[in-house]
T-cell receptor
Framework: TQLLEQSPQFLSIQEGENLTVYCNSSSVFSSLQWYRQEPGEGPVLLVTVVTGGEVKKLKRLTFQFGDARKDSSLHITAAQPGDTGLYLCAGADAGNQFYFGTGTSLTVIP | DTEVTQTPKHLVMGMTNKKSLKCEQHMGHRAMYWYKQKAKKPPELMFVYSYEKLSINESVPSRFSPECPNSSLLNLHLHALQPEDSALYLC???????????????FGSGTQLSVL
């Protein structure tokens, strides 16, 4: 059983479109992280959200942590080809076990 | 220096070969990790070293043998691998001795392994 489910699994969009990626769990997480992995590279941390309801912005990326700290979303505005990659949510549960989400593979077509 | 360096970047080996993957970090991080990743899937944890001691082994087959010679180096020795072991092998490190909430993982670029 995967603790962190992401949707969609695959996403292919045109440059300039907006998109949202979801990360859901039935468990409460003390914090959630979002990583982006470009082809041929390792994942790179984008953001950590800690407080329920928290919203963080990183240029065209907006991250939100659910009020109950069981879910998170990543919204990208005006996607660019450079946003192409595998997006991974990740977090530690109450027992400090660390999990990656199932991943969302994003392709932005020029 | 905020990098985790992995070598080689690509490796092709036969099922009877013995090879080693290397990972190095000079950030003073106390935990180092090996992950296995298939294409477009999340990384799967294999091993964790905390303060140079093996603290987590996620039931990895014995054909994978980790080694931590010192606090900056992590090796993964490979022997008698199977074609299904072909994957991207990622090394990571974190500042704390073992992963804690909010801890940032620093990943290397990985070794793309093909087993023929």
């Amino acid at each position: 059983t995967q603790l962190l489910e992401q949707s969609p699994q695959f996403l292919s969009i045109q440059e300039g479109e907006n998109l949202t990626v979801y990360c859901n769990s039935s468990s409460v997480f003390s914090s959630l992280q979002w990583y982006r992995q470009e082809p041929g590279e390792g994942p790179v941390l984008l953001v950590t959200v800690v407080t329920g309801g928290e919203v963080k912005k990183l240029k065209r990326l907006t991250f939100q942590f659910g009020d109950a700290r069981k879910d998170s979303s990543l919204h990208i505005t005006a996607a660019q080809p450079g946003d192409t990659g595998l997006y991974l949510c990740a977090g530690a549960d109450a027992g400090n076990q660390f999990y990656f989400g199932t991943g969302t593979s994003l392709t932005v077509i020029p | 220096d905020t990098e985790v360096t992995q070598t080689p970047k690509h490796l092709v080996m036969g099922m009877t070969n013995k090879k080693s993957l290397k990972c190095e970090q000079h950030m003073g991080h106390r935990a180092m990790y090996w992950y296995k990743q298939k294409a477009k899937k999340p990384p799967e944890l294999m091993f964790v070293y905390s303060y140079e001691k093996l603290s987590i082994n996620e039931s990895v087959p014995s054909r994978f043998s980790p080694e931590c010679p010192n606090s900056s180096l992590l090796n993964l020795h490979l022997h008698a691998l199977q074609p299904e072991d072909s994957a991207l092998y990622l090394c990571a490190s974190s500042q704390a001795g073992l992963y804690r909430a909010n801890e940032k993982l620093f990943f290397g670029s990985g070794t793309q392994l093909s087993v023929l």
